[in-house]
């Protein structure tokens, strides 16, 4: 004979006042002390810009999507030009190249601080925000904030404006700065390239949560540099190595009950890791130099690539790389004859990808032979990630249900902010419900 | 009460005068244009933009559109310059308008912390810890409706909408006639 249990739901609610929305959830279901389920609900905004951008024109369309999010608006527009320019057989000037790069290093300089010093750290450190973080460490958090403005600077003189740029266009930009422009961001990034070093410096000597796991990793990669919005789709097991149109070879998205996002598995239904763990594993190579010593400097590399609470080391990483890659290019800058390239627009279908601070956001766009969009697929790093997410809140829960639902929340928090999801876009607060028996 | 939400962050930026000055008033819209209500506090702001040939030239009033407030839309505010943060807000009617102090919206305690974001409360909470106090001023919100993605004002916020300009041009004249020597305006 056998007893059912019987079962309880435990659950509470964080709120607070924030400027965005309520549709995130965690559900975790125990049986026997295991974690049998666990489901991250998350609010999906670019299921609504594919309707959106169709019957548009290219370059309407890079505005529309740099609203998708407003701390990675760069990694939509670039996957939209790659993909377009691709379609119409666009070569991009190698100058106007750079200058994108130079755009997206701002961005990636202003999210992962961002990240790393007002979200990620407080975990670290056991305070509850960077609010009481700055009270007892009021010179970390005004770093973090300068690296954070130096990337809002950055992302304003090449993009137009610090947040949705404006200036990106398909075949190049619209305006391309003087020399005289970019070199007096000069002195600022110099300084913040000493700021990205002793942030590395201080986020490796964190405890990480004991978690390692075996995970697929995957990014871009580009012989010749840092992956960003060219290469190859890469895993770092070497499983899988296609061209970056190619990612419908090998995953698919699929509709998960009880959420409107969808979410991205491979054809054989496994999970994968994208995102800063991601491309500093697989693309350690291709670091700027700078950046690779700091990196061997923290002897972090390995468990970069199995414990997912040590992205807070690879942002780090990459903090570093992007304030040196962004000085080279001032450096090496030459303002280019012309912002773009002219292009004739034609029916076709393309996909691109590029490297937002959280992962892989890959595009598929579909055109008319006037190049108005018939068709519109955009994968975010977050529908990717989420099978990993839940993947690893069912194999760490264990370690902290014992603890007051509390402390478990801000444990499983912490795990969940490791990823740097894009659930707060639209995510007001997080419901986490623990359901025993 | 809840400011609403702000999808894709900041909005374009828009000014009425140069940077502010001490007696002078500096406002914040926040919002998101492609969320519904959520634009209210930017459309009403766009409308005080388009007197602010005059009052800017008057009064020395600066209005940015901010979207999302950020620590250093705050940071370098002088300590004479009052703050007016404008947003749309969840958790009251729909077309009520709401006036706080700003220091009433900073968070003092643990509450949610965003993954991506950092919400208002912990922005005015945290530049008042590394200013050591907030700016003085005020916020002036609007209850939204509807914030789903796509859709327009909704009938009781557009219909509040000229009130809720008039509320806010009020509190800027409140506050900068409350700053300025003599009980006046600075002149800009």
């Not at chain 1, 398909?170 to 391309?176: A, D, E, I, P, S």
């Not at chain 1, 990993?388 to 014992?402: K, M």
């Not at chain 2, 509190?171 to 600075?186: H, T, Y």
């Amino acid at each position: 004979m056998t007893t059912e249990a019987p079962s309880f739901e435990r659950s509470f609610r964080v709120e607070g006042i924030t400027r965005v929305e309520g549709e995130g959830s965690l559900h975790l279901t125990v049986r026997d002390g295991e974690v049998t389920d666990a489901r991250l609900r998350i609010f999906e905004a670019p299921r609504y810009f594919e309707q959106l951008v169709v019957g548009r024109h290219p370059d309407q369309v890079l505005d529309i999507v740099a609203r998708i999010c407003g701390i990675c608006p760069e990694a939509y527009q670039m996957s939209a030009a790659g993909a377009f320019e691709a379609i119409f057989g666009v070569t991009v000037d190698p100058q106007v190249r750079a200058l994108r790069r130079l755009l997206y290093a701002g961005e990636y300089i202003e999210s992962h601080a961002l990240h790393v010093y007002l979200l990620h750290a407080p975990d670290f450190l056991g305070y509850a925000s960077a609010i009481d973080l700055a009270k007892d460490h009021r010179a970390v958090v005004e770093q973090g904030l300068a690296l954070k403005k130096v990337g809002n600077e950055l992302m304003a003189v090449v993009g137009g404006r610090s947040i949705h740029p404006v200036n990106v266009r398909v075949g190049g930009l619209y305006h391309v700065p003087t020399r005289e422009e970019l070199l007096a961001m000069r002195p600022a990034l110099a300084t913040a390239l000493e700021q990205a070093k002793a942030t590395l410096d201080f986020v490796a000597q964190f405890q990480a949560p004991p978690f390692e796991r075996p995970v697929r990793l995957v990014s871009l990669r580009h012989p010749d540099e840092y992956p960003l919005f060219a290469g190859r789709l890469v895993s770092h097991d070497g499983t899988i190595d296609v061209p970056i149109g190619d990612w419908r070879t090998v995953f698919r998205e699929e509709h998960h009950e009880g959420s409107n996002a969808l979410h991205a598995r491979t054809h054989a239904g496994e999970t994968y890791q994208l995102g800063p763990s991601a491309r500093v594993t697989i693309a350690a190579e291709q670091l700027h130099p700078v950046a690779r010593e700091a990196l061997a400097r923290t002897g972090l590399a390995d468990q970069i690539a199995r414990n997912p609470f040590w992205s807070i080391a690879a942002r780090g990483v990459e903090l570093v790389h992007y304030c040196a890659e962004a000085i080279d290019i001032i450096d090496g800058y030459r303002r280019p004859a012309a912002p773009f390239v002219p292009w004739t627009p034609k029916a076709g279908a393309a996909g691109w990808g590029s490297e937002a601070p959280r992962g892989t956001c890959w595009h598929h766009w579909e055109t008319d032979e006037r190049g108005y969009v018939t068709r519109a697929q955009i994968v975010p790093p977050t529908s990717q990630n989420q099978g990993q997410i839940e993947a690893d809140l069912r194999g760490f829960a264990p370690s902290v249900l014992e603890l007051e639902h509390a402390e478990a929340t801000r444990r499983l928090e912490q795990l969940i902010r490791s990823y740097d999801p894009c659930i707060s876009c639209a995510t007001h607060f997080l419901d986490v419900t623990i359901d025993r028996s | 009460m809840t400011p609403g939400d702000a999808a894709g962050g900041h909005a374009a930026a828009g000014s009425a005068a140069a940077d502010p000055r001490p007696g002078h008033v500096l406002v914040l819209a926040c919002g998101e244009r492609s969320r519904g209500d959520d634009a209210a506090a930017l459309v009403a702001a766009e409308q005080l933009l388009a007197r602010a040939d005059e009052a800017g030239a008057r009064f020395g009033v600066q209005i940015r559109l901010v979207g999302q407030l950020e620590p250093d839309d705050l940071a370098g505010v002088g300590p004479e310059v009052r703050v007016v943060v404008l947003d749309a807000v969840r958790g009251v009617p729909p077309g009520a308008i709401i006036h706080r102090p700003l220091a009433d919206l900073a968070s003092s305690g643990p509450g949610p912390r965003s993954s991506h974001v950092l919400p208002l409360r912990d922005v005015l909470a945290l530049v008042a810890v590394l200013r050591g106090a907030l700016p003085e001023g005020s916020f002036v919100g609007l209850g939204g409706e509807s914030f789903e993605l796509g859709a327009a004002l909704s009938p009781a916020v557009r219909q509040v909408l000229p009130a809720y300009v008039e509320a806010i041009r009020q509190e800027i004249d409140r506050l900068g006639a409350g700053s300025a020597p003599g009980g006046g305006w600075a002149p800009a």
